[in-house]
Each structure stands twice: as structure tokens, then as C-alpha cells.
């Protein structure tokens, strides 16, 4: 799988060093959650390089210079419950600006198909452009759902974010929604007989929660 107009892998060397990490069945609760999070900020730094500038006049102790800032564009952040909830803090040390939304979504064992439980989203959501978090993009049905939801309250913008994809799910999730930019540290190999991905990591929301 490549780098297309709507898929961005980032295979930045620090991402992939904490990924391997990440995906290590040794690796502990503690050292997982905080893996998690500093996978966040390093994608977040990436998916948030199309943000807009503006110019402005600075003081320097020398001289009056023309220099940059953010124009304005509000972010929010909606991670999928609970596995999302990892990616948060994370995502808040570079934009500690941005609102938090969730949305509640477990997936069902027998029929994989994500089962809505939860949804609260900022009230301004309108003026905002929106990054959806989950860690793990199977099947796709969850970040299918959870992006559809978003898309009811009408946000700018909603770019998808997570650290694992399989092919399957970044297949449906492109294909069900075109205008939503994916980010994604690796694209693992396929899915197995139970939803989940090979190799990658297990169930991201019990190895952060430690509810194995
Ligand atoms: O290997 C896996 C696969 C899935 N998850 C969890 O499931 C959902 C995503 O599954 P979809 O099939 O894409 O709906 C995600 O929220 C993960 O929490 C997982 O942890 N590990
Ligand atoms: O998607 P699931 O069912 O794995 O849910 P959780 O993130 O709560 O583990
Ligand atoms: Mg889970």
C-alpha cells in the first residue's frame, strides 16, 4: 500500500522505532499507554502540517519582523472509545487548544459491526476541523461509523488518524469516505478469522486499559 491523495504512511523512524514497541506482547500496560501517546504526538505533528498561516508583525528585542502564526482553524479531537481515549493526551500536547469530543462504539464479537453506546460532540463542531482517533483501523466499520456520526453535526473538515490498518479497512473507509484524509503509521498484512489484525498489536483498548 502507498502514499496516495487520500492514504498518508507515516514511515517517519522514530514512529516505526516506538511502533515495534508497541507491538511487542512483552510490552507492559504502563510503557503501552505511554507508547500510545507518543506515537499521538508524533503523527499529530504530521497530519497537522496543512494548517494554514497567517502573517503577523513581532517585536524581536531587534526589530519589527513579519512572522507566522496558525490562522485561526479550530481543531477537535473525537477518539472512538475506549482504544481512542489512548491517542488523546497525545494529540493535546501539540494543540492543547483543541475540544475533545467521543464516541462510544464497541464492536460486536459475533458480527464485528461496531455497536454505537456512546456520543458527545463540541457544540461549536461547525467552525472546527475534526481528526478522528482510533489506534487499530480494521474492518473499518467502526471508523466508518464514528466518521459518519461526525459528519451529521457538519465539521469543516474530518481527517481519520489511527496506528495500524489493515488493507480491508483502509479499502472500505477510503471507499466510504472520499474526502476523508487517512493517516496511519503501518498498513499490517490482513485480518483474521476474527477481526483482527495481522500481525499487529491485540486489542489496543485492553492493552491500555490492562482489561486482558
Ligand atoms: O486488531 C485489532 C482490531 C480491532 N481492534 C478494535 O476494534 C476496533 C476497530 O475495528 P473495526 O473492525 O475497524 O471496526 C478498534 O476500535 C479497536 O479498538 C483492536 O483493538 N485490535
Ligand atoms: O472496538 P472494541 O470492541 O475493541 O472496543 P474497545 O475499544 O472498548 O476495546
Ligand atoms: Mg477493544
Redesign the pocket.
Known amino acids: 500500500m502507498e502514499n496516495n491523495e487520500q492514504i498518508f504512511i507515516m514511515n517517519h523512524p522514530l514512529i516505526q522505532h516506538k511502533l515495534s514497541f508497541l507491538r511487542d506482547k512483552n510490552t507492559g500496560t504502563k510503557e503501552f499507554r505511554e507508547l500510545v501517546s507518543e506515537i499521538a504526538t508524533l503523527m499529530c505533528y504530521e497530519a497537522t502540517r496543512d494548517l494554514p498561516l497567517m502573517d503577523v508583525q513581532t517585536e524581536t528585542p531587534m526589530c519589527t519582523a513579519t512572522t507566522k502564526v496558525i490562522a485561526g482553524r479550530k481543531l477537535a479531537f473525537v477518539p472512538?472509545l475506549?482504544?481512542?481515549l489512548g491517542m488523546v493526551d497525545g494529540m493535546l500536547q501539540l494543540v492543547p487548544s483543541a475540544k475533545v469530543g467521543h464516541i462510544g462504539?464497541y464492536?460486536d464479537h459475533d458480527t464485528?459491526q461496531?455497536v454505537e453506546y456512546y456520543n458527545k460532540l463540541p457544540s461549536d463542531i461547525e467552525e472546527r476541523d475534526v481528526i478522528v482517533l482510533?489506534?487499530?483501523?480494521?474492518?473499518?466499520?467502526?471508523?466508518m461509523d464514528a466518521i459518519t456520526i461526525v459528519k451529521r453535526s457538519r465539521p469543516r473538515s474530518i481527517k481519520f488518524l489511527c496506528i495500524?490498518a489493515?488493507p480491508e479497512?483502509l479499502k472500505a473507509l477510503s471507499e466510504a469516505h472520499p474526502d476523508v484524509h487517512i493517516y496511519c503509521a503501518a498498513v499490517d498484512e490482513k485480518?483474521n478469522e476474527h477481526?483482527?489484525?495481522l500481525p499487529?498489536?491485540?486489542?489496543?483498548?485492553?492493552r491500555i486499559f490492562g482489561t486482558m
Open positions: 472512538i475506549r482504544a481512542g462504539l464492536r464485528l461496531p482510533d489506534p487499530m483501523l480494521a474492518t473499518g466499520g467502526s471508523a495500524i489493515a479497512g485480518l477481526g483482527y489484525i499487529g498489536l491485540g486489542d489496543a483498548g485492553d
